[in-house]
């Protein structure tokens, strides 16, 4: 749900930026303090995966796009916070060297992507019953919150009606957050059966 330039209003653009420039400071300073030396050569890997994946987007209507994010499956690995700075980093990286969003958007994307999807999803993860199923639908509903914030900063810059905008972009990004559930359900099966280890690494 990359929104590119010029589609949202200077008012949402500074709030986005202001709101998620301060997630990123609080994220900062938190991991510093408590991350441990093992755990930077798998943030560097896992950066790796998330920018990889999150090359391959399909534009929808409403002028943004779908793809995978990977939040849910580096949040569960590295924890909520190490997560949303490699999302942060993959998504500014994106933004330059690819144009997939627009850099003065920037601040909106990683709220709808980064912080719904490390932050919120990885809140659910813990709150509802049973791994596999929470991991499931954790993603899918993640990715509801983050079509509802999307079409919200695109209806308040006047780009579309919201209403509408959520429930078309509400079942969009549901059914993709419950492929990318199923993805991240079994790349976490296969990593409890080849390195177990590295689920325990959670910042």
């Known amino acids: 749900m990359h929104i590119p330039d010029g589609f949202l209003t ?29 755990q930077i050569p798998l943030m560097g890997l896992l950066a790796s995966f998330v920018f990889l994946i999150q090359l391959f987007s399909f534009p929808i209507p409403g002028g943004t796009s779908i793809h995978l994010t990977g939040a849910l499956l580096i949040s569960i690995i590295l924890g909520p916070r190490a997560g949303f700075i490699i999302l942060t980093v993959s998504l500014l990286a994106l933004a330059l060297l690819f144009q997939h969003g627009g850099v003065f958007s920037l601040g909106a994307n990683v709220i709808n992507m980064a912080a719904v999807g490390c932050f919120v999803g990885y809140a659910l993860y813990n709150l ?20 509802a914030l999307c079409a919200s900063e695109l209806a308040l810059s006047g ?45």
């Open 128 to 147: 509802i019953p049973g791994r596999r199923g929470a991991i499931i639908l954790a993603s899918m509903i993640s990715g509801i919150v983050s079509a």
């Open 10 to 38: 200077p008012t949402v653009t500074i709030t986005t930026v202001t709101v998620a420039g301060a997630v990123l400071a609080n994220s900062l300073k938190t991991v510093n303090a408590s991350i441990k030396p093992d």
């Open 159 to 203: 780009m579309l009606e919201l209403s509408a905008g959520i429930k078309t972009m509400s079942f969009i990004y549901g059914i993709t957050g419950l492929i990318e559930g199923v993805i991240t359900l079994l790349i976490l099966e296969f990593l409890l059966k080849v390195k177990p280890e590295i689920l325990g690494s959670e910042t």
